[in-house]
């Protein structure tokens, strides 16, 4: 499991809490995607599970931790949804639950992490309630969740939530910088795009910057010509992270508008976004970024969506609108 340099400061807060006596049975940690909530987990499961602790770390040495390098400890559980179902259900919650009830194999503490707790049916939140309004001795919850509205206000209720916030943009680009090498302003522009999470950046860089690049070449000649040249841009299994980078791009010209071309995000696009905020009217890219969002929230949280024909459809209006909107300008 990487260890990220931002996770020091939370896991010295998290287990100080737990020395002194006062560590919550049930975290719920709130993470932007590529901020290293995993590997946090990881740090704060293998010092609970520590035989022999050693002030804010694990031995290493004894046999619990042997266990949880080797990924073999029995008395540490993961909940996640089967392959190929988006939801966690009910009888894989009590399955668990059922378990902690026993004594620890080891004879040490129990721990649950749920890498992603909105995955839980209202069912299986339901059984689990049960469980965090009187756990067993030594039993710990780890919960991650990105918004965690998602969740029950019931289950909210019984954890403590930790907000894991995004280092300082100096500190995330001197270490993107030195893990890719990318030019600054790629970098930059990658970081913000990502909400500030540096993993989540330096995944960018790596497998989607050139997509990217892709759909900034396209889009003035699309909004010049034909707007339906950029659906075999967009419609790709990404499509929702694509539409992400549009909105960001519309966003971002609206910014430049109001004299704020420093808090762009795209800031490897400059020439691109003072083009658009020329080419269209404020009232026109609000609109915009509004019909877009609502695309991406679709390509998000519509089952079996069909995704040719919703972006298909949403360029068509995009452009309708567009042309509509320059007219009356006339």
Not at 205 to 226: F, H, I, K, Y
Request: glycine fraction near 6%.
């Amino acid at each position: 499991m990487i260890w990220y340099p931002w996770l020091n400061q939370p896991y010295r807060q998290i287990i100080g809490q737990h020395e002194a006596g006062r560590g919550h049975h049930a975290l719920l940690l709130q993470a932007l995607p590529g901020m290293g909530d995993a590997s946090l987990v990881w740090g704060i499961s293998r010092w609970l599970m520590c035989q022999r602790k050693d002030g804010l770390k694990s031995c290493g040495e004894c046999h619990a931790c042997k266990l949880m390098q080797a990924h073999t400890h029995p008395d540490w559980y993961e909940l996640t949804a089967e392959k190929g179902k988006s939801s966690l259900g009910i009888d894989a919650v009590r399955s668990v639950t059922e378990k902690l009830f026993h004594h620890a194999q080891q004879s040490g503490s129990k721990v649950i992490w749920l890498p992603n707790a909105a995955q839980l049916t209202e069912a299986a939140a339901n059984a689990m309630l049960k469980t965090l309004e009187e756990p067993p001795a030594n039993t710990w919850f780890l919960l991650c969740c990105e918004q965690p509205s998602q969740l029950p206000a019931t289950l909210r209720s019984r954890c403590l939530t930790f907000h894991l916030a995004v280092p300082d943009e100096a500190q995330s680009m001197g270490w993107l910088q030195k893990q890719n090498g990318a030019p600054q302003q790629d970098c930059l522009t990658a970081l913000r795009l990502s909400g500030g999470a540096p993993a989540a950046a330096l995944q960018l860089l790596e497998n989607g910057w050139s997509a990217r690049q892709t759909l900034c070449a396209a889009l003035p000649q699309a909004l010049q010509q034909d707007m339906l040249s950029l659906l075999p841009v967009l419609n790709h299994d990404d499509a929702a992270q694509r539409t992400g980078w549009l909105c960001a791009l519309l966003v971002d010209a609206l910014k430049w508008q109001q004299g704020g071309g420093e808090f762009i995000a795209n800031a490897d696009s400059q020439a691109l976004i003072a083009q658009i905020a020329q080419q269209l009217p404020a009232s026109a890219l609000d609109e915009s970024v509004r019909q877009w969002m609502y695309c991406r929230d679709r390509l998000l949280n519509v089952v079996a969506v069909n995704r040719e024909l919703l972006l298909t459809d949403q360029l068509l209006a995009w452009e309708q609108m567009l042309h509509a909107s320059l007219v009356g300008l006339k």
